[in-house]
């Protein structure tokens, strides 16, 4: 029996467990999961190496990024690294390389270390390419009208009670101040955030369209008034999406974000299972993580937006916010009280 027979083994066992985890999350299946350390335990004994070296020095023939992934799952199912993983989101990563490659007693080599840094940091790759990528990406009403067009009919639609005044210059004839924007052509105020910003208010208001023509309402955006406070919807949830697109490429120590990635292992864990299941290609997986990713900023965005609002009804309460000027220093408040919560 050769060592590539047995590695081979210990991942086609290993992911087979982590489908029947999937499939019957309240079910113990302790024989299969013996079966896997017995195999490894074989393993081990033939080279002295743990499976995540193995991998690491190339044993089974795979490409780079399902090795990472294969070395990802092995990551989930060792409970000893539970500890350095977790630690991922608050120590340096040099910090949570050292502790695993001591742990699995893994040797000290420029392609092992690599190796398990993409397996490691492979959720944020993915989260940064996802964030850059769509903020780059210009919006433009050729090519994105239909999406801004689909958030107002959501808001206003035609057999609701609001029903905003025409605006014959405004694009396809809407009212786009009063969605909170700051002309006739909401594409334009999309400039600094791109796509990820009309992403995460597009989500915000087709998958909570109660709660966002509520806000839409008492921010006074859908018939503001110069003598009360008021602040425009749209452009606080550009706002608020920037603010999250800098922490996220910033990589600080900004606290829901660190939430958010907790959340994110979990999800990713789920999407591996799900690709081990259907075997889909290396681009397919990594598509899938960056939607799941995708999906959980806009979740986040959603829950800082309302924070935001509740925020601004407290100091309108309290007298700190008079008029509509008064809404970019709420903003910067808000922001401050997020990033030290």
């Not at 309290?318 to 408040?333: P, Q, S």
Request: proline residues 3%; charged residues 25%; hydrophobic residues 40%.
């Amino acid at each position: 029996m050769s060592i590539e027979f047995l590695c081979s083994w210990i991942n086609f066992v290993g992911e087979k467990y982590l489908n029947y985890v999937k499939k019957y999350p309240l079910v113990s299946n302790y024989a299969l999961f013996n079966i896997y350390r017995l195999l490894k335990w074989v393993a081990h004994k033939f080279d002295g190496l743990s499976q995540v070296e193995r991998l690491c020095l190339g044993f089974v023939d795979r490409t780079w990024e399902k090795t990472v992934m294969a070395i990802y799952v092995q990551l989930i199912l060792s409970e000893r690294l539970r500890g350095p993983l977790d630690d991922m989101l608050n120590d340096d990563l040099e910090d949570v390389l050292k502790s695993i490659m001591s742990i699995k007693k893994i040797s000290d080599n420029s392609k092992t270390v690599r190796i398990l840094k993409l397996s490691i940091v492979l959720y944020r790759a993915l989260k940064f390419r996802q964030i850059t990528e769509a903020s780059s990406e210009e919006v433009k009403w050729e090519n994105d009208g239909m999406t801004c067009t689909s958030i107002y009919e959501a808001i206003f639609p035609k057999d609701g009670e609001l029903q905003p005044e025409p605006n014959a210059s405004g694009k396809e004839g809407m009212n786009w101040v009063s969605l909170g924007f700051q002309g006739n052509d909401p594409s334009t105020d999309f400039r600094n955030t791109g796509k990820f910003g009309l992403g995460c208010y597009y989500s915000f208001c087709i998958n909570g369209t109660a709660v966002a023509r509520q806000l839409v309402v008492e921010s006074g955006s859908y018939n503001g008034d110069l003598k009360r406070p008021w602040y425009p919807f749209a452009l606080v949830s550009i706002h608020i999406s920037s603010f999250l697109m800098e922490e996220v490429i910033e990589d600080t120590s900004f606290v829901p974000l660190k939430a958010l990635a907790l959340s994110a292992m979990s999800a990713i864990q789920e999407q591996i299972t799900k690709y081990l299941l259907a075997d889909m290609s290396d681009g397919s997986m990594a598509d899938m993580i960056a939607f799941t990713l995708e999906k959980q900023l806009y979740s986040l965005h959603s829950s800082l937006l309302q924070g935001f609002h509740r925020h601004w009804q407290n100091d309108v309460i309290t007298g700190k916010v008079k008029t509509v000027l008064d809404c970019e220093c709420c903003l910067e408040r808000y922001k401050i009280l997020c990033s030290i919560k």
